[in-house]
T-cell receptor, first 109, second 114 residues
Framework: GEDVEQSLFLSVREGDSSVINCTYTDSSSTYLYWYKQEPGAGLQLLTY?????DMKQDQRLTVLLNKKDKHLSLRIADTQTGDSAIYFC?????????FGQGTELSVKP | DSGVTQTPKHLITATGQRVTLRCSPR?????VYWYQQSLDQGLQFLIQYYNGEERAKGNILERFSAQQFPDLHSELNLSSLELGDSALYFCASTGGGLTGDTQYFGPGTRLTVL
């Protein structure tokens, strides 16, 4: 069945780049998403990529998609302490979203 | 602010009770999705409604039910509550309810079952 995997933790220093990785199983997924969840808050849509794209850039965020390896990554440039949160990748499948477990990003000053 | 509202924000109740969670989608959106976020199961899709009709069902327990009303708001009913039902319940909305339509999430309802 469909499955989305992420590493659970990532720690970086302020000003460095963060790279959060995700693998998914359903090769027919047309859209892949990144959501951010801050403590006690809901899910905020960060960005998404269509499956016929390799890369999408949006200000400090860069999404890379390797469809052959079913690998998705989110790069955050110049990471700030305000970026500390849990980041979820999700694939759209038959209308619903299948989420990974979330990667907790910790940004140290 | 996504434009999706959920009430209440927090709910504390006892085992065996029944609760109703409410969601109002973004203006103009026809489709509502419900998700459950728990420590052991992560974020799981429960059910989708489109313009009042059930469209897709996920891992939703038989003790749970939902509906979408003519004004497009939705309610998730949880009955015979168990300790394991304690979780964050999110709703999301989209315009057309199609795969690939971006889902915008509400702030969630935190349910605690004691």
């Amino acid at each position: 069945g469909e499955d989305v995997e992420q590493s659970l933790f990532l720690s970086v220093r302020e000003g460095d780049s963060s790279v959060i990785n995700c693998t998914y199983t359903d090769s027919s997924s047309t859209y892949l998403y990144w959501y951010k969840q801050e403590p006690g808050a809901g899910l905020q849509l960060l960005t998404y990529i269509f499956s016929n794209m390799d890369m999408k850039q949006d200000q400090r965020l860069t999404v890379l998609l390797n469809k052959k390896d079913k690998h998705l990554s989110l790069r955050i440039a110049d990471t700030q302490t305000g970026d500390s949160a849990i980041y979820f990748c999700a694939e759209a499948w038959t209308g619903k979203l299948i989420f990974g477990q979330g990667t907790e990003l910790s940004v140290k000053p | 602010d996504s434009g999706v509202t959920q009430t209440p924000k927090h709910l504390i109740t006892a085992t065996g009770q029944r609760v109703t969670l409410r969601c109002s989608p973004r203006s103009g959106d026809l489709s509502v999705y419900w998700y459950q976020q728990s420590l052991d199961q992560g974020l799981q899709f429960l059910i989708q409604y489109y313009n009042g009709e059930e469209r897709a069902k996920g891992n939703i327990l038989e003790r749970f039910s939902a509906q979408q009303f003519p004004d497009l708001h939705s309610e998730l009913n949880l009955s015979s509550l168990e300790l394991g039902d304690s979780a964050l319940y999110f709703c999301a909305s989209t315009g057309g309810g199609l795969t690939g339509d971006t889902q915008y999430f509400g702030p969630g309802t935190r349910l605690t079952v004691l």
